[in-house]
C-alpha cells in the first residue's frame, strides 16, 4: 500500500482543505476558510487518495481557550487539527498520522506539541496518550453546538 505525507500548497489546495474539514468534522468545528493560511496543512495520501489531513502552527502555543489568542512559543509545535475521512477510521490511520506528526516534530527540533479536542473525543484523546501526551488543563464551553469542554494535552520530546 502506497503511503505518503504531502504538503497542501496554498491557495491551489484551499478548496480541497475546506471540502476536507467539512467531510471529517461537524460544522461547529469548521475552519474559516481564510484561517489555512496561518497553518501548514499536511495530506495523508494513500493509493493517491487524500484520506487524511493535519494542520499544524510552528512555534505557537494553544492558549486560545483562555486569552482569545495563540501566542507564538519557540520550539512548540501547535497540531490544529487531525481528521481522517470517516470511511478510513479504524484501520490504523488515525495512529499512522499521529506518529507521522510526533516525527515531524522531532525532525524539526521542536521541543513540545500541543494540541486540543473535544472532551468527547475520547478516541483522540486516547490516540494521544498512546504516544504519551498528557492533558494540561481542560477548559469548559469552548466549544458550541454542542457546548463542550476543550482538553488541552501536550507531549514534551526533550
Given at each position: 500500500?502506497?503511503?505518503?505525507?504531502?504538503?497542501?500548497?496554498l491557495?491551489?489546495d484551499?478548496?480541497?482543505?475546506?471540502?476536507f474539514?467539512?467531510?471529517?468534522?461537524p460544522?461547529p468545528?469548521?475552519?474559516?476558510?481564510?484561517?489555512w493560511?496561518?497553518?501548514?496543512?499536511?495530506?495523508?495520501?494513500v493509493?493517491?487518495?487524500?484520506?487524511?489531513c493535519?494542520?499544524?502552527?510552528?512555534?505557537?502555543d494553544?492558549?486560545?481557550?483562555?486569552?482569545?489568542i495563540?501566542p507564538?512559543?519557540?520550539?512548540?509545535?501547535?497540531?490544529a487539527s487531525?481528521?481522517?475521512?470517516?470511511?478510513?477510521?479504524?484501520?490504523?490511520?488515525?495512529?499512522?498520522l499521529?506518529a507521522?506528526?510526533?516525527?515531524?516534530?522531532r525532525?524539526?527540533g521542536?521541543?513540545?506539541?500541543?494540541?486540543?479536542?473535544?472532551?468527547s473525543?475520547?478516541?483522540?484523546?486516547?490516540l494521544?496518550k498512546?504516544?504519551?501526551?498528557?492533558?494540561i488543563?481542560?477548559?469548559?464551553?469552548?466549544?458550541?453546538?454542542p457546548d463542550e469542554p476543550?482538553?488541552?494535552?501536550?507531549?514534551?520530546?526533550?
Amino acid at each position: 500500500m502506497r503511503t505518503e505525507f504531502k504538503r497542501a500548497v496554498l491557495p491551489r489546495d484551499l478548496r480541497a482543505l475546506v471540502a476536507f474539514d467539512h467531510r471529517v468534522f461537524p460544522q461547529p468545528d469548521w475552519f474559516p476558510a481564510e484561517a489555512w493560511s496561518e497553518y501548514e496543512s499536511f495530506w495523508l495520501i494513500v493509493e493517491r487518495r487524500r484520506i487524511g489531513c493535519c494542520t499544524f502552527g510552528e512555534h505557537i502555543d494553544f492558549q486560545h481557550d483562555l486569552r482569545g489568542i495563540d501566542p507564538r512559543l519557540r520550539g512548540t509545535l501547535y497540531v490544529a487539527s487531525t481528521g481522517i475521512l470517516p470511511a478510513f477510521r479504524g484501520a490504523g490511520f488515525g495512529h499512522l498520522l499521529k506518529a507521522w506528526q510526533v516525527a515531524y516534530a522531532r525532525h524539526g527540533g521542536f521541543s513540545r506539541v500541543v494540541t486540543n479536542t473535544r472532551k468527547s473525543n475520547r478516541a483522540m484523546i486516547a490516540l494521544n496518550k498512546t504516544f504519551g501526551f498528557r492533558a494540561i488543563r481542560t477548559t469548559p464551553h469552548y466549544y458550541m453546538d454542542p457546548d463542550e469542554p476543550t482538553v488541552v494535552m501536550e507531549l514534551l520530546l526533550r
